[in-house]
């Protein structure tokens, strides 16, 4: 494949049948944190919305999503905004603020957990009638047996009553009922009740609602690495054949044809995961809604659908080459076919042949639609002439900016004062305004997206975007430093990011040792201990000598910890732990009955630091996901997604982010 500096944008695709590859879509408007342009309002409530409504009764609550609800066989039309071959195939919901909701009220306890279940039923018969395949909803956490023995025992109760009331609704509408969870710790009868729903409805299609009762993301991650030890020790598996598709397997959202959520939406306002189905949300779209649960209805639900189809879904695995001569059209259509391995192009006009590079794909369900994409070109001609790129004007993705001199030395000017080998102040100097030293997140996550956007829009260089973003990892140290954050961890380069072209990998891997080399003194110097995560063995052998010489150098330093995170990726790192912890089973040094979360978070990567979990994860570049990021140690993190690309991140930035962090209450699944 020939290398390409330029992305292929893929407008309106239809869904592939592979997870992961769920669905390209129309350029995003993003809907999120309060710092994005199309902001979520996470406002407090005001005085008015706190007014006691103590005579709102149990019919007009029922009114809005009574229980025993028909639902309608047939699908009726979407509401304005929504395209039905864009909706997402699964939807998972954390169903926060029942009580936040009855005390605001002030209602008996227990009258926002039933409200919320009416909540529930609306759902429910949404997705079946706007044809959404999966709901998965979080009931109650792992976490939640620390609650109140009262409030634990009407949680299961209520659960109790609903399934009973609701199984013939359920059964007779097509809608089949999966249970997820350590169903051990559920009191009898629940037990024997789920099993009997999960067999009544086992043969029903229409919508797959999935239910996680005493679930958290890593209790299925250990149960997943439990069976696959057993099965090591039985001989039936190899350590070696241990990977990605055998821990999902073993997962408890197995249970269904598609068990990666498209979309997660969180009410309440709360800017975390909660140790929800961890694994499977690695490109999950995250939606959070500022309504608390019970109020979450149909207006909220189209919402959310909407951020979610006017989002743009990138899994680096897609690449396209297209070799066309110099005078080819700028009208071309390329048609991806299902379960193709190369490229189908249909062209508007032109007389010359067109070469295209063989590529696989893997299998899609349907075709994959690109018009007016930008089309690197090279004529296929004996007379000799310069390659360059052709592209149809695209104002919503600005990628033909022109190039400059007077760009590339603007550009240079403003890189000149970050130059490598910048002094690291030694000592700590006073916070931003609005910042508490006392209620600094010890551990920080980065996801610095946004590097070739930036360059894009502003007409430079391929790589100019990767060079100026390393001036901004640069000021992150500095802050970090000064500022008395103690571990600070970077995604540098993702383990899907060797789909990219040799060309921009090549790039990379030089940028980085280059890097490395010119800052190892100055880190030194300042205390700053540095250690590199992810899959080394594919990594340039002069690189891998420049890592471990800088990890050696700096091993004693403890003013900042700087983990960089490179060949790497969340499912990747419980991978390599399942299989540490497989190879101990096999050699007798652990029992597959003590595998458990502590045992797992010993081997993964981050067991380099004092504190593995981040406190703190910010992603720049608007969009609204963790991608394949440290899913595991993000059980509990708080997220921060903020719309400027990575190279303009600087300390303004950075201290929004770190003053909405002080201003959170974490609960951690208790009260």
């Known amino acids: 494949m020939l290398s390409i500096r ?22 995003r408007r993003i ?27 149990r019919e007009q609550l029922n009114d ?49 957990h039933e409200a919320g279940a009416q909540s529930l039923r609306g759902l429910v018969e949404l997705c079946c009638k706007w044809g959404i395949r999966v709901l998965t909803v979080f009931a109650f956490s792992f976490d939640n047996w620390t609650r109140p023995k009262v409030e634990v025992e009407f949680l299961l109760d209520l659960f109790e009553k609903m399934l009973s009331s609701e199984i013939d609704d359920f059964a007779s509408e097509g809608i089949r009922i999966s249970i997820i969870g350590d169903s051990s710790k559920l009191p009898n009868p629940l037990p024997k009740l789920i099993s009997d729903a999960e067999e ?15 679930y958290s993301g890593k209790y299925d991650v250990v149960q997943a690495c439990k069976s696959i030890s057993q099965k090591v020790k039985d001989g039936v598996v190899e350590v070696d054949d241990i990977n990605e ?34 694994w499977q949300l690695a490109y999950t779209e995250l939606f959070f809604a500022s309504a608390l649960w019970p109020d979450f209805g ?35 259509s390329v048609q991806v076919s299902s379960n193709a391995a190369r490229l189908n192009v249909q062209t508007h006009g032109g007389d010359d042949d067109v070469t295209v590079r063989s590529i696989m794909f893997l299998s899609l369900s349907s075709p994959i639609s690109i018009e007016n994409a930008l089309i690197p070109f090279k004529p296929r001609s004996s007379r000799s002439q310069t390659p360059g790129i052709r592209s149809h ?51 920080v996550a980065v996801i610095m997206d946004g590097n070739v956007r930036w360059e894009k829009r502003r007409g430079l260089p391929a790589g100019s975007g990767h060079q100026a973003g390393v001036r901004s990892v640069r000021e992150l140290i500095k802050l970090s430093s000064k500022w008395g954050i103690g571990v600070l961890t970077v995604f540098a380069f993702s383990y899907d990011n060797w789909n990219r072209s040799k060309m921009e990998v090549g790039f990379l891997m030089t940028l980085f040792e ?53 060949s790497y990726s969340g499912k990747y790192d419980v991978v390599q732990a399942c299989k540490s912890i497989c190879h101990k089973v096999k050699d007798g040094l652990v029992q597959v009955d003590d595998i458990n979360e502590s045992l797992v978070e010993q081997e993964l990567e981050t067991n380099c630091t004092e504190f593995p979990y981040p406190d703190l994860l910010i992603r720049t570049g608007g969009d609204i996901r963790v991608s394949n990021f440290l899913l595991w140690q993000l059980a509990y993190t708080e997220l921060f997604f903020v719309s400027a690309l990575w190279p303009d991140f600087g300390k303004a930035e950075f201290a929004e982010a770190l003053t909405s962090f002080q201003r959170r209450q974490r609960r951690y699944g208790g009260r």
């Not at 330029?6 to 350029?27: D, H, M």
């Not at 809907?31 to 009764?57: G, I, K, M, Y």
């Not at 609800?69 to 997402?88: A, N, Q």
């Open 64 to 112: 809005r999503f009574a229980p025993g609800v028909h639902f309608p066989p047939d699908d009726e039309p979407l509401p304005v905004g929504l395209r039905r071959e864009l909706m997402p195939r699964h939807v998972a919901v954390i169903m926060d603020g029942n009580v936040r909701w009855e005390r605001r009220r002030g209602l008996p306890a227990g009258s926002g």
């Open 393 to 443: 004007p695209l104002p919503s993705n600005p990628l033909s900016l022109p190039r400059s001199a007077a760009a590339a030395a603007a550009f240079k000017e403003e890189t000149r004062q970050f130059a490598p080998g910048g002094d690291f102040p030694p000592d700590e100097e006073s916070l931003p305004a609005g910042l508490r030293r006392d209620l600094m997140p010890r551990h």
């Open 31 to 57: 809907r999120s944190h309060p710092r994005l342009s199309n902001s979520l309002s996470l406002h407090c409530a005001t005085a008015t919305d706190a007014v006691v409504h103590r005579e709102e009764s």
């Open 514 to 566: 280059k890097m490395i080399t010119a800052e190892i003194d100055n880190l030194a110097r300042d205390g700053v201990r540095i250690s590199i995560i992810g899959d080394s063995s594919k990594l340039p052998k002069s690189l891998q000598k420049v890592i471990s010489d800088a990890e050696e150098r700096t091993k004693d330093n403890s003013r900042l910890h700087l983990i960089v995170a490179v």
């Open 298 to 332: 149909k207006s909220e639900f189209v919402e959310a659908l909407v951020s979610f189809q006017q989002r743009q879904r990138r899994y680096e695995k897609l690449q396209i080459v297209i070799i066309l001569p110099l005078n080819w059209p700028l009208r071309t």
């Open 245 to 278: 598709s055998l821990i999902e397997q073993e997962l408890e959202t197995n249970c269904t044809e598609f068990p990666y959520p498209d979309l997660l939406i969180r009410t309440s306002g709360e800017l975390r995961v909660s140790n929800f189905l961890l």
């Open 200 to 214: 009544r409805t086992k043969d029903n299609s229409r919508l797959q609602l999935i239910v996680a009762v005493s």
């Open 6 to 27: 330029f992305p292929i944008p893929i407008k309106n695709a239809l869904t592939p049948s592979i997870p992961r590859f769920s669905r390209n879509q129309t350029p």
